[in-house]
C-alpha cells in the first residue's frame, strides 16, 4: 500500500506541477498566448478530459492509500512468527504495557519507559528511565537489561531478543520513598 500511495502522490503531483507550469507560461507571456491556449486546449479536448480524469482518479487513490496507511500505523505494529501450527503475531503494545509493570522492581528507578519495535523478527527493547542521584548506572543497569530480558522470555515465552537498550535520560535528586511511576507523599501540613 505504501508504494502504490507513492506512486499515486509522484504521478498526481507530477500532473499538477506541468498543468501548474503550463497557465503560468502561457499567462506570463501575454499577447494572442491565452488565446492560442484555448483553441488548442479545444482542439484536444479528448486529451484533457482523459488527463483531467486521471487527475481526479489519481487523487482518489492517494487519498484511499494515506487512509490507509495511516490507519495501519497507529497500534496494530506486532512482531510476526511462525510456529508448526500456522503463523502467530504479538501486539509491540502488548509488550510494552507487559514490560511497563517492571518500574517498581528496581530500586534507584524513578521512572521507566519501555519502548519495542520488531526488527527482523526480533524483539529490539529500549528501556528509557529516569533514575535517582547515587545509582551505580553500570551495574544497574545491567540488572535492568538482564531481568527485561528474562520477563520476556518466561513471562511471554518470546526468545527472538535484542540486547536490550537502556537510556538513562535523567538523574534526579529525589526522596527515598520515591519509586517508579509514583511521586513522594506530601509533607505533612504544620499544625
Known sequence: MKALHALAAFLLMAIVT??????????????AS???ALAILEEQRPVV????????????VWAVSLVATLRRG???RYLAFENPGGDVEVSLDAVRDFL??????????VRFHPEVRAVGGELAVTAV?????????????????????ER???GI?????????????????????????????PPEPPV
Open 18 to 31: 506541468a498543468g501548474g507550469a503550463g497557465l503560468a507560461w502561457v499567462a506570463l507571456r501575454g499577447g
Open 34 to 36: 491565452w488565446s492560442n
Open 49 to 60: 478530459g482523459a488527463v483531467g480524469i486521471a487527475g481526479v482518479a489519481l487523487g482518489g
Open 74 to 76: 497507529r497500534g496494530r
Open 100 to 109: 511497563s509493570g517492571m518500574g517498581t522492581e528496581f530500586d534507584g528507578l
Open 129 to 149: 528511565c529516569e533514575v535517582r542521584a547515587g545509582c551505580a548506572i553500570p551495574e544497574w543497569s545491567q540488572q535492568v537489561q538482564e531481568r527485561i530480558r
Open 152 to 154: 520476556i522470555v518466561t
Open 157 to 185: 515465552g518470546i526468545a527472538s531478543v535484542r540486547p536490550v537498550r537502556v537510556v538513562v535520560r535523567q538523574i534526579v535528586e529525589a526522596s527515598p520513598g520515591r519509586r517508579a511511576g509514583r511521586s513522594a507523599p
